[in-house]
């Protein structure tokens, strides 16, 4: 019998090597999968307790709590800022053309023709003749007279209304094609409150005596031929005016020079009675009546010139204007510059400082310079264009005139109308 060894035993898990490894395999990536967690976590909070401890040691740091709002200034750039272009409205046609005509005012060279010179056939023709003939570019005409009378045919129901036409009244539109024809341009000029006619044979229309409705107010005696006025109150006497205004317009005229629209002149002034607002707002009726007539006539393409006496313009009248006509809101004026009818003296203190002239009407050049500046002065921010009438009679022909245009031009006034009741230049 053979002698045998030990027995020697296996352990099978000692020899199962595929078992054992896995086993490890699956250990080792449990570990690295927790310690990526952890890692990432720490990572993550890292920043959050940093901020937080270094906000409790420096407390004054990290004030800014909105984490889309910087506190930091922001850079000062050298470039210059831009500014977006505003955008401005064009003028439009009628501001255009309204601001032509008044600039076509500066070109004025013009002479006066009075009333019977217009209708008369002859007299009218033989005055172009002469205009022309003289350099003239202008003609200023009249075509209602203070007392109410109209010069020219009319078929217009509003105007006839106070019977106003003479028997000789002419053909408008053949006067006025002939005037510029010639070359001339024509502006005609009409008379407003002053008008006895009006007054007399339109109701409500008129200035009372003290309140009496029925009573009309006269400036003068009757024996002495006071007549009566328009009430500038009266809407029935504005619309009457607005009428006759846009009746001659529609002839195609470019202009037209509106005088007397004032409060009466005369005597007895105490008297008469307009309404409530003449005691205490006359130059407020006036300018209210004024700036409805512009708007009616810029309508029809056709600048209003609004005419009264350069002494009230210096100064001033209360009773016809209640304060400066200039203040009236109508932005071209005509002047009535004759020395012959300034007071005497003359004096301009109260305005332009200068000093008193005894004599106007023999000094034409002083005169006019004087009274002048102080227009100028009173009309400043409120006049746009000046158009001064000139004296042309008592000896004022050619020399006077040429003083007076010489005053004009050292007031950079470079318009005139030569003025003569009897139409002689």
């Known amino acids: 019998m053979t002698n045998k060894g030990p027995k020697i035993k296996r352990y099978k898990s000692i020899y199962d090597d595929s078992a054992q490894k896995r086993k490890r395999m699956g250990s080792a990536v449990a570990i690295t999968l927790i310690c990526a967690v952890f890692l990432f976590v720490g990572y993550s909070l890292s920043g959050v307790w940093s901020e937080f401890i270094d906000t409790v040691i420096n407390p004054a740091k990290n004030t800014v709590s909105d984490p889309y709002v910087s506190s930091e200034l922001p850079a000062v750039s050298d470039e210059p800022a831009i500014t977006p272009p505003v955008e401005v409205e064009a003028p439009s046609e009628e501001e255009l053309q309204k601001a032509e005509r008044e600039e076509k005012i500066k070109t004025f060279k013009g002479v006066f023709m009075p009333a019977n010179t217009f209708y008369d056939d002859t007299a009218f023709s033989l005055f172009l003749q002469n205009a022309r003939a003289k350099g003239y570019n202008t003609i200023v005409f009249e075509l209602k007279d203070g007392t109410g009378h109209l010069y ?15 028997n000789e009244a002419a053909d408008l539109a053949a006067r006025t094609n002939a005037m510029k024809e010639a070359g001339f341009i024509a502006v005609p000029k009409i008379h407003a409150f002053q008008d006895n006619l009006a007054s007399k044979n ?16 006269i400036d003068n005696s009757v024996d002495k031929g006071g007549r009566s006025w328009l009430n500038p109150e009266s809407e029935v006497a504005q619309n009457y005016i607005t009428n006759i205004c846009t009746d001659i317009v529609s002839y195609g005229f470019e202009y037209i020079i509106v005088d007397s629209l004032q409060y009466p002149s005369g005597l007895a002034l105490d008297k008469a009675f307009f309404g409530e607002r003449s005691i205490t707002d006359r130059i407020g009726v006036l300018s209210d009546y004024a700036e409805k007539l512009e708007q ?22 209360a009773d016809y204007y ?15 510059i004759l020395p012959a009818y300034f007071p005497q003296p003359l004096s ?33 921010g409120n006049v746009h264009e000046i158009l001064p009438f000139i004296q042309y009679f008592d000896g ?11 005053a004009l031009e050292e007031n950079e006034i470079s318009c005139y109308v030569l003025y003569n009741t009897e139409g002689i230049y």
């Open 152 to 166: 020219y045919k009319t078929d217009s129901k509003a105007v006839l209304a106070a019977q106003p036409l003479i």
């Open 202 to 217: 339109i109701p409500n229309s008129y200035a009372m005596y003290m309140s009496l409705g029925e009573t009309r107010w």
């Open 296 to 317: 009616a006539l810029l309508g029809k393409n056709c600048t209003l010139i609004l005419m009264s006496t350069a002494t009230a313009q210096m100064n001033g009248n």
């Open 322 to 336: 209640g304060g400066n006509p200039l203040n009236i809101p109508v932005e071209n004026v005509a002047s009535s």
């Open 348 to 380: 301009a203190a109260g305005n332009s400082g200068g000093e008193e002239i005894a004599n106007p009407s023999d000094k034409p050049y002083e005169s006019t310079k004087t009274v002048v500046s102080a227009i100028k002065k009173a009309g400043a």
């Open 396 to 406: 004022y022909q050619e020399k006077g005139a040429d003083e007076q245009i010489r």
